[in-house]
Protein backbone atom coordinates (compact mmCIF):
# COMPACT_ATOMS: atom_id res chain seq x y z
CA UNK A 1 0.00 0.00 0.00
CA UNK A 2 1.41 3.55 -0.99
CA UNK A 3 1.03 6.33 1.12
CA UNK A 4 1.42 10.46 0.10
CA UNK A 5 4.97 10.85 0.77
CA UNK A 6 3.17 14.14 2.26
CA UNK A 7 1.86 12.38 4.91
CA UNK A 8 4.85 10.45 5.37
CA UNK A 9 6.88 13.68 5.83
CA UNK A 10 4.16 15.19 8.29
CA UNK A 11 4.24 11.60 10.18
CA UNK A 12 8.19 11.69 10.65
CA UNK A 13 7.79 14.70 11.37
CA UNK A 14 5.52 14.05 14.39
CA UNK A 15 7.35 11.35 15.72
CA UNK A 16 10.57 13.45 15.52
CA UNK A 17 9.76 16.43 16.88
CA UNK A 18 6.07 16.55 18.37
CA UNK A 19 3.41 18.09 16.00
CA UNK A 20 4.58 20.44 13.56
CA UNK A 21 3.69 24.13 14.67
CA UNK A 22 5.10 26.01 11.69
CA UNK A 23 4.66 24.91 7.95
CA UNK A 24 8.00 26.19 7.41
CA UNK A 25 9.36 23.15 9.24
CA UNK A 26 7.78 20.90 6.96
CA UNK A 27 8.97 22.49 3.35
CA UNK A 28 12.55 22.93 5.36
CA UNK A 29 12.26 19.37 5.61
CA UNK A 30 11.38 18.82 2.33
CA UNK A 31 13.80 20.92 0.32
CA UNK A 32 16.38 19.29 2.94
CA UNK A 33 15.31 16.03 1.19
CA UNK A 34 15.07 17.19 -2.79
CA UNK A 35 18.72 18.86 -1.79
CA UNK A 36 20.08 14.92 -0.69
CA UNK A 37 18.39 13.61 -3.54
CA UNK A 38 19.60 15.89 -5.47
CA UNK A 39 23.15 15.87 -4.77
CA UNK A 40 23.23 11.81 -5.06
CA UNK A 41 21.78 12.22 -8.57
CA UNK A 42 24.56 14.71 -9.32
CA UNK A 43 27.08 12.18 -7.75
CA UNK A 44 25.65 9.60 -10.32
CA UNK A 45 25.48 12.02 -13.19
CA UNK A 46 28.88 12.24 -13.04
CA UNK A 47 30.29 8.79 -12.86
CA UNK A 48 27.92 8.35 -15.10
CA UNK A 49 29.93 10.76 -17.76
CA UNK A 50 33.02 9.78 -16.43
CA UNK A 51 32.44 6.26 -17.30
CA UNK A 52 31.06 6.98 -20.83
CA UNK A 53 33.96 9.16 -21.71
CA UNK A 54 36.73 6.92 -20.56
CA UNK A 55 39.09 6.05 -23.37
CA UNK A 56 39.40 3.09 -25.43
CA UNK A 57 35.60 2.73 -24.94
CA UNK A 58 33.42 1.59 -28.03
CA UNK A 59 30.94 3.72 -29.11
CA UNK A 60 28.21 1.53 -28.37
CA UNK A 61 29.24 1.91 -24.68
CA UNK A 62 29.88 5.22 -24.70
CA UNK A 63 26.48 5.89 -26.03
CA UNK A 64 24.64 3.94 -23.33
CA UNK A 65 26.79 5.76 -20.30
CA UNK A 66 25.66 9.24 -22.07
CA UNK A 67 22.01 7.78 -22.14
CA UNK A 68 22.03 7.01 -18.20
CA UNK A 69 23.29 10.68 -18.47
CA UNK A 70 20.20 12.41 -20.15
CA UNK A 71 18.36 10.34 -18.03
CA UNK A 72 19.70 11.03 -14.56
CA UNK A 73 19.28 14.76 -16.01
CA UNK A 74 15.31 14.71 -16.74
CA UNK A 75 15.24 13.58 -12.86
CA UNK A 76 17.45 16.08 -11.59
CA UNK A 77 15.27 18.56 -13.69
CA UNK A 78 11.93 17.09 -12.55
CA UNK A 79 12.92 17.31 -8.99
CA UNK A 80 14.06 20.34 -9.20
CA UNK A 81 10.65 22.09 -10.85
CA UNK A 82 8.85 20.02 -8.40
CA UNK A 83 10.13 21.64 -5.27
CA UNK A 84 9.54 25.30 -7.19
CA UNK A 85 6.34 24.57 -8.04
CA UNK A 86 5.75 23.91 -4.08
CA UNK A 87 6.94 26.87 -3.50
CA UNK A 88 4.83 28.55 -5.88
CA UNK A 89 1.83 26.67 -4.64
CA UNK A 90 2.66 28.03 -0.74
CA UNK A 91 3.19 31.38 -2.14
CA UNK A 92 -0.49 31.50 -3.83
CA UNK A 93 -2.01 29.63 -0.68
CA UNK A 94 -0.58 32.40 1.36
CA UNK A 95 -2.08 34.91 -0.92
CA UNK A 96 -5.39 33.23 -0.58
CA UNK A 97 -5.51 33.62 2.83
CA UNK A 98 -4.34 37.28 2.60
CA UNK A 99 -6.93 38.39 -0.30
CA UNK A 100 -9.63 35.98 1.86
CA UNK A 101 -8.51 37.62 5.06
CA UNK A 102 -11.18 40.25 6.67
CA UNK A 103 -8.48 42.51 8.50
CA UNK A 104 -6.66 44.07 5.69
CA UNK A 105 -5.30 47.36 7.29
CA UNK A 106 -4.39 50.44 4.52
CA UNK A 107 -1.79 52.69 5.19
CA UNK A 108 -3.44 55.25 3.29
CA UNK A 109 -6.97 56.63 2.62
CA UNK A 110 -8.68 56.03 -1.22
CA UNK A 111 -10.92 59.15 -2.37
CA UNK A 112 -13.14 58.75 -5.42
CA UNK A 113 -14.28 61.60 -7.11
CA UNK A 114 -17.87 62.04 -9.14
CA UNK A 115 -17.10 63.48 -12.48
CA UNK A 116 -19.48 65.89 -12.98
Not at 22 to 32: A, G, I, R, W
Not at 51 to 80: E, H, L
Not at 93 to 102: A, G, I, M, Q
Request: with cysteine; glycine share 2%.
Amino acid sequence: MTEDPEDTINELLVNFAGEPRLPELVDQVKSTNRQEVLERLGSLLNLSFERGNRPRTKAQVQQRWFTICAYIAQVMARVVRDLEYEKLRADVEDLKKKVLSRDVHTTRRVRFSHRS
